[in-house]
């Protein structure tokens, strides 16, 4: 592990905070209502279509709504290098650098408890959101970013490899098995077929590992499946998007021609995009992002990199960083922005029907309703980090 002399730091990457603000305004954004719109309008490709991007995919495939989450985890990634060069440059030792990434490591999977937690009766632990599964990888990311790159890219080789042979090694379920007591139900049309049955939703190793593991803690009542099929594991695969994330921070950081970083992203990119296909429609590997299988984490590092690397190209290259600032508003304070969208969304909705109108989000009809309710509601949401970015106040962890 090396201790070498502090280095410089490096510039703040503009295009990174501008992605992270676009993925950010996409996840407050809730789909602007396009999925409850669409249910008036069932005859129509065009609503269908609305609605299935801007939500998850039921298991297999992938809609824009799954690429927010590997956006932010790839986004760590690419900002440790930067952290750390800005700390050890200000004299800060291995030693104090390690115990604020343990503190920060703790502090968002406690954060993502916390948020997952409000208007229960109870404490909600679970660790499946983008917060805790940042947090449990964090501290063996910063493990790695004092190592070559060559030994993180092994590193997430060996992370993805492990993974795909414990799914793939785990037993498949009994012939006739009960699925519907699991919340799978007997027509369900996702079901995967196969080899690709070994990631099949709540019949997986992660699913057996929560319903060991999250009875460990008080809960109203047992844990069984979590309906969506997120496991807590997934953050080991994900810590594999973050190392492809520092790895391109490498890349960055480099010295090579500004325009070359731009096309090797671009181009790393689409060569994941094709892997991960690859691995999908064979059935050696599904791409299924609730359980974030090997496939689709590289998939989805694919889509990471085209989008980083045109942002980068755009903005640091080109220079035409004038339309970034509604971005940067947001992406300079993600944390705050993530904590009001689960904190105060439904207050703001509640207090302008109480003060306006009961029916002011009806004006354009009910079709309508939710889509003028989640607009409005990131509107008020960007004004306030508005407020914030002009008062320089950012939430940092």
Known sequence: MSTDSAPSPVARL?????????????????????GPAARFFPGSGFWRFLAYQTDHAPWRGCAVWDLIQPSFMFMVGVAMPYSLASRRAKGDSFSRLLRHALVRSL????????????GR???????EDVLSQIGLGYPFLFLLAWTRPRTQAVAAG??????????????????????????????????????????DKHSNIGAHFDQWFLNLFPRTRPYVVNDGGYLTLSFVPSLATMIFGMLVAGLVRS????MKIARTLCTAGVVGLVVGFIFDITGLCPSVKRIWTPAWAIFSTG??????????????????????????????????????????????VFTLKT??????????????????????????????????YRRKIFLRI
């Open 14 to 34: 503009t295009s990174l905070d501008a992605y992270r603000g676009f993925a950010m305004l996409l996840m407050a954004s809730e789909g602007l209502g396009f």
């Open 107 to 118: 502090t968002l999977v406690l954060l993502g408890v916390f948020l997952r937690s409000v």
């Open 121 to 127: 009766p109870l404490t909600n632990w679970t660790f």
């Open 158 to 199: 060996v992370i993805l490899l492990g993974v795909w042979a414990a799914f793939a090694l785990y037993p498949l379920p009994p012939a006739g098995m009960d699925t519907v007591a699991l919340g799978v139900p007997a027509d369900w049309s996702y079901r995967l077929h196969g080899f690709a049955q070994h990631w």
């Open 255 to 258: 010295g090579a021609p500004s």
């Open 303 to 348: 889509w990471t990199c085209v989008f980083l690397g045109t942002f980068y190209a755009v903005i640091d290259v080109k220079g035409r960083k004038g339309w970034t600032s509604p971005l940067l508003v947001v992406g300079m304070n993600s944390i705050a922005m993530y904590c009001l969208v689960h904190l105060i969304s439904g207050f703001i």
């Open 355 to 388: 003060h306006i109108s009961q029916d002011i989000f009806k004006i354009f009809g009910h079709p309508f309703v939710a889509m003028l309710e989640r607009a409005t509601v990131l509107a008020v949401l960007w004004l306030v980090c508005l407020w914030m």
